[in-house]
């Protein structure tokens, strides 16, 4: 093969590596370069030239020249694709992508409504989030003094044994998590939540402490209103339960005994009699209704499968004398799934629906009743419907007919009003929800919305059913 010469090489020499691959050898042309500057500027300034021809040649060293090192046959070889400038732009684009991702994440700590304090192993504060100050009231040359028990100063003194008990799970590589009170620097009481965390180095050591502190007091504030109302409703229903039947219990007494003398009383006072004895009985009944909804709204109850056609079954048993008697066609779907629900609870939901249907029948018609299962949607849910043709509820009426103590007929028609109170919060007390669409004159719907237990997500309704509700 012939071989190529060139006026600045002698020849191009070969050698065999300890591979056995053939490595090629040249001279790199780059360091001649400052010579033929050095010639240009020495025509016009020595002194120059020295100077401009060192910097050049110290440019062309660091920035252009490729890698060499020795192969086995003692001369210089290319091992690496890189220049030094390669090599420098490189290492300035990681630590450009660092410091991005640093700056990134401070931005998401600086914005975050929450006082973030990082600390090594020794309690020196390495980063305060600027939050802690808004929070506390204090500085953060003040927090980063302190150092990383800061939080430990302030804390109120009943708190400070559950920090210590944080720091001891600090210490063992665990988070913590805790609620506490401090006085901010204005002297007001905070309400707070901090959770603090260990972070580990490569070896797998407690290297920093974490703590994220987040201002609770809106929520400790609600909480407190919740506790305090439902202190309230247990009052309420005590006295209910004492202090107004008790009397009613007197009362009721007291009329059974004058009743021994209705053959001795005239017929006006017979009368005013059977008004008032009347008026017992719908006191006595609202006194029930009240308590009852009181006691559903402050009872948690046991959720367990409950088959849908069992509580039916067991409903229209109940009221087989009005159906009978107002010979009401009843239609029930066959297809009835199991929910999630308390059997009791569940007979209570639609005996109101079906005390509420026979109430409000129409009396130009026979009342027709059906109940079934809508098209399943979700997996987890599942909705049953109750329709009437009775007598509706008026359109201005519909919104407010699930409040306690709403009525849509008035006082045409007895009644407390806290039927279908109960049935919407017995239906949030499963989870569930209730809705009805009405239209006066032709009566209403209930949808039911259940959850459905474990192990009974696949349901199927019945193939006959083509019932779809309307929006």
Known sequence: MSEDHSPLLPCKSSCIGST????????NLLPLLPLLVFGVIAWWSPLSAIILSSLVYSILIFAFIPLWQANPCGTLHLVKPWSWRNIVLKFLEENKNQHTE??????????????????????????????????????????????RDFMATVMHEKYRGTYARAIQFFDAGEPYQFQHRFMHKTGIEVWAET??????????????????TLNISQQMVYQRQVELRTKEIEDFTYMISHDLKSPLFTLRGMLGLLEEYNSQLPPQALEIFSHVHRAVQRLET?????????QISATSLALEPVPLRDVLTQVCGDFATDIVAFQVALSIDENLPFVEGERVRLSQIFANLMSNAIKYRDQSRILTLEIAVLPQHSKRQITVFFRDNGTGIPANKVSAIFSPFQRAHGASIEGTGIGLACVKKLMEKFGGEVEVESEQGTGSTFFLTFRLPPHHHSFAPSSSLREQRTK
């Open 286 to 294: 609202l006194v029930n209704s009240v308590l009852e909804y009181a």
């Open 20 to 27: 056995g691959a053939i490595v090629k050898h040249r001279w």
């Open 102 to 147: 640093i700056v990134r994440c401070k931005g998401i700590t600086d914005n975050l409504p929450a006082a973030v304090l990082i600390a090594d192993a020794d309690g020196k504060v390495l980063y305060c989030s600027p939050y802690t100050e808004v929070l506390t009231g204090y500085s953060i040359d003040e927090v980063a003094a302190a150092g």
């Open 195 to 212: 959770r603090t965390t260990p972070l580990f180095n490569a070896d797998g050591d407690v290297s920093a402490f974490l703590s994220v």
